[in-house]
């Protein structure tokens, strides 16, 4: 069974620095993208940023400048760099990812969540 398991959640000051992790474990033969959303009390869930196999990435705008999303394909993890933390960055953070497993087909699968506070 496929697994997302994110780690670096957590309560920050304005301007502080949060880094986010996501490993993915089980069996499956490859990933392919990986990605952040984020859900904020009342709000839809929203892409933060997403990273190709080959390392191409795309930010929402509201992010761009701020975060950095990096993959380690050896380890099966992504991370999500955040600096200059506002208080409109609070949110639940999922992780994402499209990958292949070995008993299965392929498909999207996501992390439980990781809370991230940025108090004003």
């Known amino acids: 069974q496929v697994q997302l398991v994110e780690s670096g959640g957590g309560l920050v000051q304005t301007g502080g620095s949060l880094r986010l992790s996501c490993a993915a474990s089980g069996s499956f033969f490859a990933i392919y993208g990986m990605g952040w959303y984020r859900q904020a009390p009342g709000k839809q869930r929203e892409l933060v940023a997403s990273i190709t196999s080959d390392s191409s990435t795309n930010y929402a705008d509201s992010v761009k400048g701020r975060f950095t999303i990096s993959r380690d394909n050896a380890k099966n993890t992504v991370y999500l760099q955040m600096n200059s933390l506002k208080p409109e960055d609070t949110a639940v953070y999922f992780c994402?990812?499209?990958?292949?497993?070995?008993?299965?087909?392929?498909?999207?699968?996501w992390g439980q969540g990781t809370q991230v506070t940025v108090s004003s």
């Open positions: 994402h990812a499209d990958l292949m497993p070995r008993n299965g087909r392929r498909g999207a699968y």
